[in-house]
């Protein structure tokens, strides 16, 4: 599985976006991206993930790029709430494949 | 809603104890996942199992073991702990062939 590349840390205002940059330059063609974000003492929750168009849920959009070597996930209007560390993946959703979380970006939602 | 239960949330231990990390999923998941989390190193891979009784290892499986008995519950086992496996310990699953995982709140172990 391709491995990615995020800031280790960013800070927002609250009321605004939250864009959060991943660069997976070597991914494959069949490989997703996912985002997951880990909230102070609790366990990670599964945000978001696409394969090659962009995607919004109630929590987030994904936004891939054309040649899909890096995405951002966005929050449209961060809160208080979203300061966590937040976990780009890359991965064949196949059993059997790990998956690597690395460090991830703690995003401090500042007032 | 979908749980992931860790059966301990702190443990503190002495070294040389056997130590059992419980995890139980009540969503009927093939796979199953144990990671540990230090600080400066995320998470990280020990053991994973896609099936009953089916187990693999991750990045860092010295020193542990599981057991996968029944579909919903994955043990972590500690067969003599040490002090360098205090840490924070982090039960997932997931539906075979996805990857959305759900976590559970996980379980603190000091090993004294």
């Known amino acids: 599985d391709a491995k990615t590349t995020q800031p280790t840390s960013m800070d927002c205002a609250e009321g605004r976006a939250a864009n959060l940059p991943c660069n997976h330059s070597?991914?494959?063609?069949?490989?997703?991206v996912y985002w997951y974000r880990q909230i102070h003492s609790q366990g990670p929750q599964y945000i978001i993930h696409?394969?090659?168009n962009n995607e919004t849920n109630e929590m987030a959009s994904l936004i891939i790029t054309e040649d899909r070597k890096s995405s951002t996930l966005i929050l449209p209007h961060a809160t208080l709430r979203d300061t966590a560390v937040y976990y780009c993946?890359?991965?064949?959703?196949?059993?059997?494949?790990?998956?690597?979380f690395g460090t991830g970006t703690s995003l401090t939602v500042i007032p | 809603d979908v749980k992931v239960t860790q059966s301990s949330r702190y443990l503190v231990k002495r070294t040389g104890e056997k130590v059992f990390l419980e995890c139980v999923q009540d969503?009927?998941?093939?796979?199953m996942f144990w990671y540990r989390q230090d600080p400066g190193l995320g998470l990280r891979l020990i053991y994973f199992s896609y099936d009953v009784k089916m187990k693999e290892k991750g990045d860092i499986p010295e020193g542990y073991s599981v057991s996968r008995e029944k579909k919903e519950r994955f043990s972590l086992i500690l067969e003599s702990a040490s002090t360098n496996q205090t840490s924070m310990y982090l039960c997932a699953s997931t539906y075979v062939n996805t990857g959305e995982l759900f976590f559970g709140e996980g379980s603190r172990l000091t090993v004294l």
């Open positions: 070597t991914i494959s063609g069949n490989e997703y």
């Open positions: 993946i890359v991965r064949v959703d196949t059993t059997g494949n790990q998956f690597y």
């Open positions: 969503m009927d998941h093939e796979n």
């Open positions: 696409g394969l090659k």
